[in-house]
């Protein structure tokens, strides 16, 4: 079955205006008209092209690396190319339109880069998402710009932003460190950028820029110091040590105070000098204003070691200027050799001449020259005999060979030089030290230690304090002894004696025994009566003698030495045993004694007594000397008698006792006049030995 | 699809207007000719579509500008820790080459690249080539139509990929995957393409064969 399809209406297709064209193509046209409205729009929003050169492209890509304004994007670079001759990389950045109008001339632009100083960590996230390239421009609408140069580092003071804007200056021996903060009670309040050596090269010169909420800590008397590092400074009060804090011990810094008031307001561009610490730099607001120091050259014919930069030069005494530098200088044509000289640039400040008008560095050197007219002269002079240190030193020398101070523009004035003073003071120092040096101290000090040990044991040894009297009571009946009469006639006597015997024996032997036998036998005993009689005062002598010697045998002096060694050892127990903690009591009492006992001798009259003892002493010696001569005489004749006389009495049973104590007696007188002349001896070799007991 | 077999030879057919018929397109229900809606699904009955040929081109042309800014901007924005990489198509195809992912590039080329523009170039043939006559056998063309209109939608794969990574990969701060502005203009460009190659009516296929035939016998 086939249906058969149900009528249906059919109606005839209506013809538009546009039958030939779809209305589909709206869509297309649709299109087209959005992908040129976008490309219009972001064609018409594309800010211009601007040209930045760089030294060099550290790490800058292009369609990677951005333009920052305030770190917010405001451009990207396009291209990164060289420029012709390759010096240069320039940098093409496509701005955007809305900043493009305010990037004009005066737009600085630098590349910020991760960095790592003193003063602390920047550009960190850098590290990690790249370089970035900077802009600064003023919010004032310029001329277009379309090249620019770019800087490395990040300018210190960039257009629009605020900030009292100054340079500072080195003043001399002063120093900058560039790119460290300005300090002030331990805030930054503002930064100095890279630090440039003037043109003339006597300073160096920095910008810097003070925060605008700080500006108006700085005014006119504002004085600013250098706190880089620390200073040790050793003065009454003790060594100190400054440093302001660890990032300026490291890093250095810039401080300042305004020490008194009544300052002006600081405009921008004003210059301040950078002072080496804050003692100059107060000292600077006080004295008259600081001028341009005056630069001398001075040129010494002797190279002494000792000077140093900054060492004062001084005018009367008064500190007038320092040192500013020391070098060698070789020239033959000005000094006829070729020797080194020592040059010493000096640099005098005008403000301490005390100048009447002017003061200025011209002023102060029209004054110098005058000065040096009329003898004004530089010599080195020492500063500090400790240290060797010198100074130069300006005089007037009375009689000074003519000399000018020229001053010719090109190079520096020289100072002429007189004979400096620092040899003799060091030959003389140097003469007093050696001299002080061969003095024999130790030896000195050595000696009078044993004179004072010594002294000590002979004074505390009351046996010893005995020994003058004893000894002196000796002495005296030794010369009493000796000076007797009865000595001296023994010898006559006995040369009588003997005379008369001899003549006696002479005359038995001339006459005949049996003749004169009776008369002999008479004579004899008469003889032997006489003799007895004549040798009765022998025995009496012998024992006198005897005693003489035993006392004087007893007199040992060494025994007297054995005594005072025993005495220095047990005072040398004495000092090593406990009671040395009281030493110096002991010292102090042996002293007083020392001094009493002194005191005593001298009121004792001991040593005169001792002297007139040594005298007596020695005249004494000088008789048992002479006596002693006389002695061996005595003797022989005796020996020679007795020989005689043994041979001739032999019979006598008397003889027997007579010639056995006179025997006996004669051995005596012997011993006696050795012990004699062996004490003779020693007292002539040393008579002190009577007294030290050596 | 059973065409394919019989291919190359053209043989005698009888196309529906020339039975005085016009076919739903919808259901396939045959209406005599000049039937306005049909009776059956109440589809739009048009013998020929007169104005297919125009949509083809507008939205072929659509299709075409969707497809330049889907290649010049950034398919894929990578946000790694600290770096963003922004690659296009062709940039990051090139960018797995060097990385040694052949395989990768070789289907991200050819499913972004050759095969959009294959479509272009195919559905540009067809519209141009449906008035003329001979060259090209009809079939192919059938076939050429089928495999365009079949392989169109997997042209989306892109977005798909760049849609799964954009939805997986967003670790805050660490890693961010988030499609580019080509993202967007990819899919129009696929979604115009294909709706150009739906806008072909392939019935006049058989009409430039008809025609062909018609000038055989009459001639």
């Not at chain 1, 059919?10 to 039958?19: A, N």
């Not at chain 1, 339109?97 to 910020?112: G, L, M, N, R, T």
């Not at chain 1, 004694?593 to 007594?609: D, M, P, Y």
């Not at chain 1, 005595?634 to 009495?649: M, P």
Request: glycine share 8%.
């Amino acid at each position: 079955m086939v249906d058969t399809p149900p009528p249906v209406s059919i109606k005839q297709q209506s013809k538009g205006r546009f039958s030939g064209a779809s209305f589909i193509w709206v869509i297309p046209l649709l299109a087209l008209v959005v992908a040129f409205g976008v490309a219009w729009q972001s064609y018409s929003a594309r800010g211009p092209l601007i040209i930045v050169s760089f030294e060099d492209g550290a790490g800058i890509a292009a369609g990677e690396t951005k333009l920052k304004y305030r770190d917010i994007e405001v451009g990207d670079v396009e291209e990164v190319s060289f420029n012709e001759g390759l010096t240069s990389v320039e940098v093409h950045i496509r701005l955007k339109k809305d900043v493009a109008p305010y990037v004009d001339e005066s737009s600085v632009f630098w590349i910020v880069q991760p960095e790592v100083t003193a003063q602390g960590i920047s550009g960190l996230s850098t590290v990690l998402s790249g370089v970035y390239i900077e802009g600064s421009w003023d919010s004032e609408i310029g001329g277009e710009a379309e090249t620019f140069r770019g800087s490395d580092v990040a300018p210190l003071i960039r257009p629009g932003l605020d900030g009292l804007q100054i340079a500072f200056r080195t003043t001399t021996n002063g120093t900058l460190t560039d790119n460290t903060p300005i300090v002030f009670r331990g805030i930054e309040v503002g930064k100095i950028g890279r630090a440039q050596i003037a043109r003339s090269g006597a300073f160096a010169i920095v910008e810097g820029l003070i925060y605008d909420e700080h500006r108006h800590l700085v005014n006119s008397s504002t004085r600013f110091w250098d706190t880089s590092g620390f200073d040790v400074s050793i003065g009454p009060s003790g060594a100190e040590i400054n440093f302001s804090s660890l990032a300026t011990l490291v890093g250095g810094g810039i401080t300042f105070d305004t020490f008194v008031s009544g300052g002006a307001p600081v405009l921008d561009g004003e210059v301040f000098d950078v002072f080496v610490d804050r003692e100059t730099a107060r000292n600077s607001l006080f004295t008259t204003s600081e001028v341009d120091p005056l630069q001398l050259s001075i040129i010494f014919d002797e190279n002494v070691s000792g000077l140093t930069t900054g060492a004062p030069v001084e005018l009367s005494g008064f500190r007038i200027g320092t040192v500013s530098s020391l070098s060698g200088i070789v020239d033959f044509d000005q000094f006829g050799d070729s020797r080194v000289r020592l040059n010493v640039m000096i640099s005098i400040q005008p403000a301490r001449l005390g100048l009447p008008e002017e003061v200025t560095a011209d002023a102060a050197l029209s004054l110098l020259q005058n000065r040096v007219a009329n003898g004004l002269r530089a010599r080195l002079a020492s500063a500090s005999l400790l240290t060797g240190g010198l100074k130069v030193e300006l005089v007037e020398v009375p009689d000074a060979p003519p000399a000018r101070l020229v001053s010719d523009g090109s190079a520096l004035p020289v100072l002429p030089t007189t004979l400096s003073q620092t040899s003799d003071v060091e030959a003389t120092v140097e003469g007093v030290f050696t001299r002080i040096n061969n003095l024999p101290i130790e030896e000195l000090l050595n000696s009078f230690i044993n004179v004072m040990n010594s002294a000590e044991v002979l004074i505390s040894n009351t046996d010893l304090q005995e020994t003058p009297g004893e000894v002196r009571t000796l002495l005296n009946d030794l010369s009493g002894l000796v000076t007797s009469e009865d000595v001296q006639n023994i010898p006559v006597a006995l040369n009588a004696t003997l005379v008369r015997i001899e003549a006696l024996v002479t005359e038995l032997e001339q006459q005949r025994i049996a003749e004169t036998l009776g008369r002999t036998l008479a004579a004899a005993s008469d003889a032997a009566d006489a003799v007895t009689s004549s040798v009765e005062g022998v025995p009496e002598l012998v024992a006198e003698i005897q005693t003489v010697a035993a006392r004087a045998a007893s007199l040992e002096f060494d025994t007297l030495i054995n005594e005072l060694t025993a005495l220095t050892s047990s005072a040398e127990e004495l000092v090593s045993s406990p009671e040395t903690a009281q030493l110096p009591t002991a010292l102090a009492g042996a002293l007083d004694q020392l001094n009493a006992t002194l005191r005593e001798l001298r009121e004792g009259g001991a040593v005169q007594n001792v002297n007139q003892t040594l005298a007596s002493a020695r005249t004494a010696a000088d008789s048992i000397a002479v006596s002693a001569r006389d002695l061996p005489q005595v003797i022989e004749r005796l020996n020679a008698l007795f020989a005689q006389a043994g041979l001739t009495i032999e019979g006598y049973n008397q003889g027997d006792e007579l010639s056995r104590a006179a025997q006996a007696a004669l051995r005596d007188i012997q011993e006696a006049a050795g012990a004699l002349e062996k004490l003779a001896r020693t007292i002539e070799r040393n008579p002190n030995s009577l007294l030290l007991g050596r | 699809m059973v065409g394919m077999e019989f291919s190359g030879t053209p043989q005698k057919t009888v196309t529906a207007r020339e039975a005085g018929l016009v076919a739903c397109t919808r259901c396939a229900r045959a209406w005599p000719i000049g039937t306005e809606a049909c009776g059956r699904c109440g589809a739009r009955l048009v013998s020929r579509d007169v104005n297919s040929l125009q949509r083809v081109w507008a939205l072929w042309l659509v299709g075409l500008m969707c497809y330049v800014p889907a290649n010049t901007y950034p398919m894929l924005r990578t946000q790694q820790l600290f770096s963003v990489d922004e690659s296009t198509i062709i940039g990051g195809a090139v960018e797995l080459a060097h990385y040694g992912a052949f395989g990768i590039a070789t289907i991200i080329l050819v499913a972004s690249v050759v095969i959009p523009l294959g479509k272009f170039w195919a559905i540009a043939f067809l519209a141009l080539s449906v008035g003329k006559k001979g060259g090209f056998p009809s079939s192919r063309r059938l076939l050429m139509y089928e495999v365009v209109e079949y392989i169109g939608r997997w042209s989306m794969i892109d977005i798909f990929v760049v849609a799964i990574l954009s939805a997986l990969v967003q670790l805050q701060g660490l890693a961010a995957i988030t499609p580019g502005p080509a993202a967007f203009f990819f899919a129009l460009s696929v979604i115009f393409t294909m709706l150009s190659a739906q806008a072909f009516d392939p019935r006049m296929i058989w009409d430039a064969q008809a025609t062909d035939e018609k000038a055989r016998d009459h001639g």
